[in-house]
């Protein structure tokens, strides 16, 4: 089973930018839908955005419409989050996931990652 590796977590001013990359590692992620989900503390985990194998499929929580892109390249077995304009609240951890299906809902996602800690400070 695939296992993702997040990276490129950091602290970052609110307004900043940062890009988050996950990696396979154990195996690929060649037919995979891909994902992002982040945990604050204290509150539950929250769909930020997802993307299929193929080219085109892609789908945002409306918080970070605008201002996230999703991205994928398939011969690197790699997936980035390009954030801008980035928010306090916007701090958590924030962890790649991969599954079968394209989806917001986490339980669709059989291979999880560690995260990867965003810190956004005012």
């Known amino acids: 089973q695939v296992q993702p590796v997040e990276s490129g977590g950091g602290p970052v001013q609110a307004g900043g930018s940062l890009r988050l990359s996950c990696a396979a590692s154990?195996?690929?992620?060649?037919?995979?839908?891909l994902a992002w989900f982040r945990q604050a503390p204290g509150k539950e985990r929250e769909f930020v955005a997802a993307?299929?194998?193929?080219?085109?499929?892609?789908n945002y929580a409306d918080s970070v419409k605008g201002r996230f892109i999703i991205s994928r390249h398939n011969a690197k077995n790699t997936m980035y989050l390009q954030m801008n304009s980035l928010k306090p609240e916007e701090t958590a951890v924030y962890s790649c996931?991969?599954?079968?299906?394209?989806?917001?809902?986490?339980?669709?996602?059989?291979?999880w990652g560690q995260g990867t800690q965003v810190t956004v400070s005012s």
């Open positions: 154990g195996g690929t992620f060649s037919g995979y839908a």
């Open positions: 996931a991969a599954g079968i299906w394209r989806s917001p809902i986490a339980y669709r996602y059989a291979c």
């Open positions: 993307i299929s194998w193929t080219v085109g499929g892609t």
